[in-house]
């Protein structure tokens, strides 16, 4: 089926004139037509846009051109701004949004062919780790347990994403990873995911929740997928004063490298209590599997992991208090008049943001108030600059770190919902990079005894996101994942 | 001369310290590419940036950078090499993002001192505290609809410079100069246009008052003031009114005052309790700006001579007066008109005329230097005219005014009404005779010692002269004629 076709085997066979851009398109628009009612996994669907991109990207290919992802139709996270395409956060606040402007990541993934399917749910503002705080309803992960119809979680906030990813009904999305946004919904749905390294992506027309962990990355079926795209993604953007100036390599050329005396370290500081067996055993197989392909595994220290949450959930919701703060109702977004300028904004953010969006306001609005400042805002940034000399430190001795993406495979829906910070647990693991800008990776790497995917996480040294691609698709290909979820196109069990 | 309000049982003394806000002369905003010229149709100097739109990141605008630069080195003050934007958060409907890009931290330019100059002739160093870069808020205009305001966001995001002074100043005429000497500076460098008119510059008027020797008391903070005589005005007037407060009683309260022009009186705008809570905090859209020293010596080097230095040249050069000196540098176009005016002639008689002839006639014909109804050039010309003894300085003062009316070269005004200086000894000797002749009485009382007489010949002889009478021969034919017996 042409919608099981990964990004690579699909430029191949567009290239080898198999089967048209507009063939492949229509696919994934007829499996959206029949799955998303039930995955809810995009919030708007860009049909003839889709159409008219693919058939921009056949004419191409007659010319005999193809584009880096000409012709791949792609899901975006509903959090880029899409020129003439609402673009709504996943939030009543922009519910009618229509941006007249597109994200510069968006852009060059249309300057290299890809084919827009549509704009993919997640938590309302990127805040959540279930896409359970979606405005617009939850996604349904593909993946069911076994013998079991309870509706899982995708993961968040880039839910959506990963559950259209999962269920073939895209190639391949965008995501956007602030605390573990990518590489847990990734690993909640059995594919890969990568957040780069903080600046490698450009986060011009990217929705913010917290701007100096905000980072715009790939997600597909394939370790070498998310190479591809990100090489479309990635460059600097003078319109971005945080992207990094650096030449854009060819990560796909990675995947395969060999892994002959990469040295590999396994942080103890990542044995969370009451983590499942199955997934210490998990990241056990992954150790061996990176010693099969001539990795050297070494014991590190990440001293200051255990006040990564901690200090993630200070500065992520200070820097989101100010960065919403300008949904206020006057110049776009949802209004609701009042006799005064104070009522209209209390009662257009009252209206216009869900609970966790609110409750992170808050948290971010207290940790920079007069008197508390120091004691939580600053205190926080010294312990980032403690957990980044942690990464520095461990990658003196070795080129990346292998850990698991997430505490736990995915869960029900109404599970962990009656406790935030319950909830965000689930970060616990994909935090400490957000916060050091580090690059890491999840790569699907086996199954838990109810039948559900776990990811393995790759971190690695700023900017090597190369080394990540070639230890993800070693593991990749050790695990040989190979089984799929229970709703996917075409089929559903 | 001190400056101190009459107390109970001691005087008072004025403690005043400015922030004045002064907006950049730029192309383009602080952060944005949207055009930072004043005026526009409303909301039509606009970018995305500007109006908060989701995703939009601000850029920093290296022009605005360099400006803050050089004002710093103008104001003789620390450049910081690393800087910081933070954002002050709050919300208003004229400021879109819900924060302001600020300094808070690390400014870019640190301390630094300017010297003003009283109206005795005394001077004195005013200290700079620091200068930071940050944006501008939009308008809110109230007065175009019955039950809503409309916002107008040209003036969003347009940079500005916040120019902190140390409590120095004692009186309101020391803020005064202080203010406008500030102005001379930023107007000299070009960093911005200091018209105050147009709110492009303005200033925030910190005042408390102290028996001398006091400890620092409790102050008011002014906002907005707009011109130097409010500010005069609103120090005296908040100054008298925490003296009536204290020695009533009562304490003074900080808080936020509004100065009302009208009433001549301020009032209160908001107390500390009110206050906003900014939460400052580094804005992540923006690493530290770090800048080079060698860029900071490059915009050294391409500064303009500033007002002191080119008073002092003034002095050392041109052998004027140090008070003409500083009334002719406080606006670069008149140093400059004078620069021209006194090239190769007599510098001295240069000023003189400048600050004397050329200034009444800018005064009465309500012209300002830069559209001078008589050019450099010509007044020039016109006291060439004199030095080379070709018209007398009686005529020179007809022919300057006939300039004024008609913009007429003054050679060509001479050769017209043939006012050429008459230095013919044969002529002077002649008009001698003549009023000599004429005022027999006169001479009679002149011999019998009337010495003062001397004066009402000369007048006499240049009168018939029709006042081309080179006035040295007059005077020196008169003295031998007087001399001789009759």
């Given at each position: 089926m042409?919608?099981?076709?990964?990004?690579?085997?699909?430029?191949?066979?567009?290239?080898?004139?198999?089967?048209?851009?507009?063939?492949?398109?229509?696919?994934?628009?007829?499996?959206?037509?029949?799955?998303n009612?039930?995955?809810?996994?995009?919030l708007?669907?860009?049909?003839?846009?889709?159409?008219?991109?693919?058939?921009?990207?056949?004419a191409?290919?007659a010319?005999?051109?193809?584009?880096?992802?000409?012709?791949?139709?792609?899901?975006?996270k509903?959090?880029?701004?899409?020129?003439?395409?609402?673009?709504?956060?996943?939030?009543?606040?922009?519910?009618?949004?229509?941006?007249?402007?597109?994200?510069?990541v968006?852009?060059?993934?249309?300057?290299?062919?890809?084919?827009?399917l549509?704009?993919?749910n997640?938590?309302?503002?990127?805040?959540?780790?279930?896409n359970t705080?979606?405005?617009?309803?939850?996604?349904?992960?593909?993946?069911?347990?076994t013998?079991?119809?309870?509706?899982l979680?995708?993961?968040?906030?880039?839910?959506?994403?990963?559950?259209?990813v999962?269920?073939?009904?895209?190639?391949?999305?965008?995501?956007?990873?602030?605390?573990?946004?990518?590489?847990?919904?990734?690993?909640?749905?059995?594919?890969?995911?990568?957040?780069?390294?903080?600046?490698?992506?450009?986060?011009?027309?990217v929705?913010?929740?917290?701007?100096?962990l905000?980072?715009?990355?790939?997600?597909?079926?394939?370790?070498?997928?998310c190479?591809i795209?990100?090489?479309?993604?990635?460059?600097?953007?003078?319109r971005?004063s945080?992207?990094?100036d650096?030449?854009?390599?060819?990560?796909?050329?990675?995947?395969?490298?060999?892994?002959?005396?990469?040295?590999?370290g396994?942080?103890?500081?990542?044995?969370?209590?009451?983590?499942?067996?199955?997934?210490?055993?998990?990241?056990?197989?992954?150790?061996?599997?990176l010693?099969?392909?001539?990795?050297?595994?070494?014991?590190?220290?990440?001293?200051?992991?255990q006040?990564g949450?901690?200090?993630?959930?200070?500065v992520?919701?200070?820097?989101?208090?100010?960065n919403?703060?300008?949904?206020d109702?006057i110049?776009?977004?949802?209004?609701?008049e009042?006799?005064?300028?104070?009522?209209l904004?209390?009662?257009?953010?009252?209206?216009g943001?869900?609970?966790?969006?609110?409750?992170r306001?808050?948290i971010?609005t207290?940790v920079?108030?007069?008197?508390?400042?120091?004691a939580?805002?600053?205190?926080?940034?010294k312990?980032?600059?403690?957990?980044l000399?942690?990464?520095t430190?461990?990658?003196?001795?070795?080129?990346?770190?292998?850990?698991p993406?997430?505490?736990?495979?995915?869960?029900?829906?109404?599970?962990?919902?009656?406790?935030?910070?319950?909830m965000?647990l689930?970060?616990?693991?994909?935090?400490?990079?957000?916060?050091?800008?580090?690059?890491?990776?999840s790569?699907?790497?086996?199954?838990?005894?109810?039948?559900?995917?776990?990811?393995?996480?790759?971190?690695?040294?700023?900017?090597?996101?190369?080394?990540?691609?070639?230890l993800?698709?070693?593991i990749?290909?050790?695990?040989?994942?190979?089984?799929?979820?229970?709703?996917?196109?075409?089929?559903?069990? | 001369?001190?400056?101190?309000?009459?107390?109970?049982?001691?005087?008072?003394e004025?403690?005043?310290?400015?922030?004045?806000?002064a907006?950049?002369?730029?192309q383009?905003?602080?952060?944005?590419?949207?055009?930072a010229?004043?005026?526009?149709?409303?909301?039509?100097?606009?970018?995305l940036?500007?109006a908060?739109?989701?995703?939009?990141?601000?850029?920093?605008?290296r022009?605005?950078?360099?400006?803050?630069?050089?004002?710093?080195?103008?104001?003789?003050?620390?450049?910081?090499?690393?800087?910081?934007?933070?954002?002050?958060?709050?919300?208003?409907a004229?400021?879109?993002?819900?924060y302001?890009i600020s300094?808070?931290?690390?400014?870019?330019?640190?301390s630094?001192?300017?010297?003003?100059?009283?109206?005795?002739?005394?001077?004195?160093?005013?200290?700079?505290?620091?200068l930071?870069?940050?944006q501008?808020?939009?308008?809110?205009?109230?007065?175009?609809h019955?039950?809503?305001?409309?916002?107008?966001?040209?003036?969003?995001g347009?940079?500005?410079?916040?120019?902190?002074?140390?409590p120095?100043m004692?009186?309101?005429?020391?803020?005064?100069a202080?203010?406008?000497?500030?102005?001379?500076?930023?107007?000299?460098?070009?960093?911005?246009?200091g018209?105050?008119?147009?709110?492009?510059?303005?200033?925030d008027?910190?005042?408390?008052?102290r028996?001398?020797?006091?400890?620092?008391?409790?102050?008011?903070?002014?906002?907005?003031?707009n011109?130097?005589?409010?500010?005069?005005?609103?120090?005296?007037?908040e100054?008298?009114?925490?003296?009536?407060?204290?020695?009533a009683?009562?304490?003074?309260?900080?808080e936020?005052?509004?100065?009302?022009?009208?009433?001549?009186?301020?009032?209160?705008?908001?107390?500390?309790?009110?206050?906003?809570d900014?939460?400052?905090?580094?804005?992540?859209?923006?690493?530290?700006?770090?800048?080079?020293e060698?860029?900071?010596a490059d915009?050294?080097?391409?500064?303009?001579?500033?007002?002191?230095?080119?008073?002092?040249?003034?002095?050392?050069?041109?052998?004027?007066?140090?008070?003409?000196?500083?009334?002719l540098?406080?606006?670069?176009?008149?140093?400059?008109?004078?620069?021209?005016?006194?090239?190769?002639?007599?510098?001295?008689?240069?000023?003189?005329?400048?600050t004397g002839?050329?200034f009444?006639?800018?005064?009465?014909?309500?012209?300002?230097?830069?559209?001078?109804?008589?050019s450099?050039?010509?007044?020039?010309?016109?006291?060439?005219?004199?030095v080379?003894?070709?018209?007398?300085?009686?005529?020179?003062?007809?022919?300057?005014?006939e300039?004024?009316?008609?913009?007429?070269?003054?050679?060509?005004?001479?050769?017209?009404?043939?006012?050429?200086?008459?230095?013919?000894?044969?002529?002077?000797?002649?008009?001698?005779?003549?009023?000599?002749a004429?005022?027999?009485?006169?001479?009679?009382?002149?011999?019998?010692?009337k010495?003062k007489l001397?004066?009402?010949?000369?007048?006499?002889?240049?009168?018939?002269?029709?006042?081309?009478g080179n006035?040295?021969?007059?005077?020196?034919?008169l003295?031998?004629?007087?001399?001789r017996?009759?």
């Amino acid at each position: 089926m042409l919608t099981d076709l990964s990004i690579a085997d699909g430029l191949r066979g567009l290239r080898g004139k198999e089967f048209s851009a507009v063939e492949l398109t229509t696919a994934h628009l007829d499996a959206i037509a029949a799955l998303n009612p039930r995955l809810n996994a995009y919030l708007t669907v860009t049909a003839e846009a889709a159409l008219r991109g693919a058939g921009a990207a056949d004419a191409a290919l007659a010319r005999g051109e193809q584009a880096p992802l000409g012709g791949i139709p792609l899901g975006i996270k509903d959090l880029f701004c899409t020129e003439g395409v609402r673009t709504t956060a996943a939030s009543r606040m922009l519910e009618n949004f229509v941006p007249p402007y597109e994200s510069t990541v968006t852009r060059q993934l249309l300057r290299d062919g890809a084919v827009f399917l549509g704009k993919t749910n997640l938590d309302e503002f990127a805040m959540g780790s279930s896409n359970t705080n979606s405005a617009f309803g939850p996604v349904e992960n593909p993946w069911h347990r076994t013998g079991d119809d309870a509706v899982l979680v995708p993961g968040g906030s880039s839910g959506g994403s990963a559950a259209a990813v999962a269920a073939r009904i895209a190639m391949g999305a965008t995501g956007t990873d602030t605390g573990g946004s990518i590489r847990q919904p990734a690993s909640f749905c059995g594919i890969a995911g990568i957040k780069p390294t903080y600046g490698r992506c450009s986060r011009w027309g990217v929705v913010a929740f917290a701007s100096s962990l905000d980072q715009p990355g790939p997600m597909a079926r394939t370790v070498e997928d998310c190479a591809i795209m990100l090489r479309s993604m990635a460059g600097y953007d003078a319109r971005d004063s945080t992207s990094v100036d650096r030449p854009v390599p060819d990560y796909a050329a990675a995947c395969g490298r060999s892994l002959k005396g990469v040295r590999v370290g396994i942080p103890r500081e990542y044995r969370a209590d009451g983590m499942p067996s199955e997934i210490e055993a998990l990241w056990q197989q992954g150790i061996s599997w990176l010693r099969d392909a001539g990795c050297e595994i070494v014991d590190v220290s990440l001293p200051h992991t255990q006040y990564g949450l901690a200090t993630y959930y200070i500065v992520a919701p200070a820097e989101c208090s100010s960065n919403l703060a300008r949904y206020d109702g006057i110049r776009y977004g949802r209004r609701v008049e009042a006799p005064t300028l104070d009522g209209l904004y209390e009662a257009s953010r009252e209206a216009g943001f869900g609970a966790e969006v609110k409750r992170r306001i808050l948290i971010g609005t207290y940790v920079l108030s007069s008197g508390y400042y120091d004691a939580y805002y600053l205190r926080a940034q010294k312990v980032r600059s403690l957990i980044l000399r942690d990464f520095t430190e461990a990658y003196r001795t070795v080129d990346a770190l292998l850990t698991p993406t997430a505490p736990s495979a995915a869960f029900a829906l109404g599970e962990n919902m009656d406790d935030p910070i319950k909830m965000y647990l689930n970060d616990i693991f994909t935090v400490p990079a957000s916060m050091a800008g580090m690059p890491g990776l999840s790569v699907p790497a086996g199954l838990d005894h109810q039948g559900l995917p776990l990811g393995l996480q790759l971190l690695g040294r700023p900017f090597d996101e190369e080394t990540l691609f070639a230890l993800g698709s070693a593991i990749e290909q050790a695990a040989d994942f190979r089984r799929l979820p229970s709703v996917t196109a075409g089929r559903v069990r | 001369m001190s400056y101190l309000l009459e107390g109970r049982d001691a005087p008072w003394e004025v403690v005043i310290g400015l922030e004045v806000h002064a907006q950049v002369i730029s192309q383009s905003k602080l952060f944005s590419g949207a055009s930072a010229t004043y005026g526009g149709e409303p909301n039509t100097h606009v970018s995305l940036v500007d109006a908060g739109f989701p995703g939009m990141l601000p850029v920093i605008n290296r022009e605005c950078v360099a400006q803050a630069v050089r004002t710093g080195l103008g104001l003789n003050a620390r450049i910081n090499l690393e800087s910081r934007f933070d954002r002050k958060n709050y919300f208003y409907a004229d400021l879109p993002t819900g924060y302001q890009i600020s300094q808070f931290a690390q400014p870019i330019v640190g301390s630094g001192v300017i010297e003003i100059e009283l109206a005795d002739g005394s001077t004195r160093e005013i200290g700079i505290t620091r200068l930071h870069l940050e944006q501008d808020a939009g308008k809110s205009l109230h007065d175009q609809h019955q039950t809503q305001s409309f916002i107008d966001l040209n003036r969003a995001g347009v940079g500005l410079m916040e120019i902190v002074s140390e409590p120095d100043m004692r009186s309101p005429e020391e803020a005064g100069a202080y203010v406008r000497k500030l102005r001379t500076i930023l107007r000299y460098l070009g960093t911005c246009d200091g018209n105050m008119e147009e709110g492009s510059m303005r200033a925030d008027v910190n005042v408390s008052v102290r028996h001398s020797g006091e400890p620092f008391r409790t102050r008011c903070e002014i906002k907005n003031v707009n011109s130097v005589r409010y500010v005069m005005q609103a120090i005296e007037a908040e100054a008298r009114r925490q003296v009536q407060v204290w020695e009533a009683g009562g304490t003074v309260d900080q808080e936020t005052r509004l100065f009302d022009p009208a009433r001549g009186e301020t009032r209160s705008l908001r107390s500390k309790e009110d206050a906003h809570d900014y939460r400052y905090f580094p804005d992540p859209d923006l690493l530290p700006l770090v800048i080079d020293e060698g860029w900071v010596a490059d915009l050294k080097a391409g500064l303009p001579e500033l007002p002191d230095a080119k008073r002092s040249r003034f002095v050392s050069e041109y052998g004027i007066p140090r008070y003409d000196a500083g009334v002719l540098v406080a606006e670069q176009a008149t140093a400059d008109f004078y620069e021209t005016v006194a090239a190769g002639g007599d510098p001295r008689l240069a000023a003189n005329w400048v600050t004397g002839d050329l200034f009444a006639a800018l005064n009465r014909t309500g012209r300002t230097i830069a559209d001078s109804p008589v050019s450099a050039q010509a007044m020039r010309e016109l006291l060439g005219l004199m030095v080379d003894q070709t018209i007398n300085g009686r005529i020179a003062k007809d022919v300057f005014e006939e300039m004024v009316e008609t913009g007429e070269p003054p050679a060509a005004i001479v050769e017209r009404r043939g006012l050429r200086q008459v230095t013919d000894t044969g002529a002077i000797d002649a008009a001698v005779e003549a009023v000599l002749a004429a005022n027999a009485d006169k001479l009679a009382e002149y011999r019998s010692g009337k010495d003062k007489l001397f004066g009402f010949f000369v007048g006499q002889v240049m009168k018939g002269m029709g006042g081309k009478g080179n006035p040295a021969l007059v005077n020196e034919a008169l003295r031998q004629r007087l001399a001789r017996s009759p």
